[in-house]
């Protein structure tokens, strides 16, 4: 079946230093990729995405590729600030019976000391 | 831009409570979905509707329902509240199964 598996947190880093977050998975057929980010106390927001293999999607300086030959869609960004502080969730979307489904990595904590 | 509408935004209730979640979708979307985040953990998928059709079905206990109304917005109905239903409640929309965008969640505390 489909999988997601993110790297396990906590991360934590130096304001301006480089970020990956490691995601990979497994699916059939040809999945969505999504990265979103919970800041403390709030609610999902979408980060970025990536519909198809070679696609990059990027957002607030933060980049993924889909790597269908390495089934990955890492995390990058190259200088993080205290504000990135935050769970980052790897999700795959993919189309079943008529139903979107999302399935979840388990999160990756971030913080970002000054 | 509009974005996904939950109310209310912080509830508590006590142990065998009734609780009612309401989600407004983004105008035109014509999916609504529900989930359940404990702390620490993955969104988990409850249930989703379609048109004001039960669409999919997830891991939503016998205890709750949910329902679509003609204006889409929908709710989530909770019963017989455990001290295991504390968590943050998520609904999304989304159009003609493209992404979905999420509410900013209500958090339910059952003491």
């Known amino acids: 079946g489909n999988s997601v598996t993110q790297m396990e947190g906590p991360v934590t880093l130096s304001e301006e230093a480089f970020l990956t977050i490691n995601c990979t998975y497994t699916?059939?057929?040809?999945?969505?990729l999504f990265w979103y980010v919970q800041y403390p106390g709030e609610g999902l927001q979408l980060l970025l995405k990536a519909t198809k293999a070679d696609d990059k999607g990027s957002n607030k300086g933060f980049e993924a590729t889909y790597r269908k030959e390495t089934t990955s869609f890492h995390l990058e960004k190259g200088s993080v600030q205290v504000s990135d502080s935050a769970v980052y969730f790897c999700a795959l979307s993919y189309v079943k019976n008529s139903n979107r489904k999302l399935i979840w990595g388990l999160g990756t904590s971030l913080a970002v000391n000054p | 831009a509009a974005g996904v509408i939950q109310s209310p935004r912080h509830l508590i209730k006590e142990k065998r409570e009734t609780a009612t979640l309401k989600c407004y979708p983004i105008?035109?979307?014509?999916?609504v979905y529900w989930y359940q985040q404990g702390p620490g953990q993955d969104p988990q998928f409850l249930i989703s509707f379609y048109e004001k059709m039960q669409s999919d079905k997830g891991s939503i206990p016998d205890r709750f329902s949910a329902q679509q109304f003609s204006d889409y917005h929908s709710e989530l109905n909770m019963s017989s509240l455990e001290l295991g239903d504390s968590a943050l409640y998520f609904c999304?929309?989304?159009?003609?199964?493209?992404?979905?965008?999420f509410g900013p969640g209500t958090r339910l505390t059952v003491t």
């Open positions: 105008p035109r979307h014509d999916t």
């Open positions: 999304a929309s989304s159009f003609r199964l493209v992404e979905q965008y």
């Open positions: 699916a059939t057929g040809y999945p969505s």
